[in-house]
């Protein structure tokens, strides 16, 4: 199982971006999914997280500027960010808990999102 991200970059303040992140591989179902980010000389923390029958959950930082959303059919799921700070930059990760013969907890590369003007 390989799970691949993309949509990370440079922006300006107040600016948007939209991550991508998409499984592949022998998977027969997958459950929560969800989106972390650690930044330089911090520890990785939850940003959002979405469940199978679309139950979300953001951090506070992150309520009312981030959403969450996943597409079950093509094993993806996304994070729209508005009105971002400088403060969101750090290397967002994906994490997905995806049955193969058993569940287990997948994450992705990791992308770099850099806010700044």
């Known amino acids: 199982v390989q799970l691949v991200e993309s949509g990370g970059g440079l922006v300006q303040p107040v600016g948007s971006l939209r991550l991508s992140c998409t499984a592949s591989?022998?998977?027969?179902?997958?459950?929560?999914m969800g989106w972390y980010r650690q930044a330089p000389g911090h520890e990785r923390v939850l940003v959002a997280t979405?469940?199978?029958?679309?139950?979300?959950n953001y951090a506070d930082s992150v309520k009312g500027r981030f959403t969450i959303s996943r597409d079950n059919a093509k094993k993806t799921v996304y994070l729209q960010m508005n009105s971002l700070k400088p403060e969101d930059t750090a290397v967002y990760y994906c994490?997905?808990?995806?049955?193969?013969?058993?569940?287990?907890?997948?994450w992705g590369q990791g992308t770099q999102v850099t806010v700044s003007s």
């Open positions: 591989g022998h998977i027969f179902g997958i459950n929560d």
């Open positions: 994490k997905m808990a995806v049955t193969t013969l058993y569940e287990f907890d997948y």
């Open positions: 979405i469940t199978i029958s679309g139950n979300t």
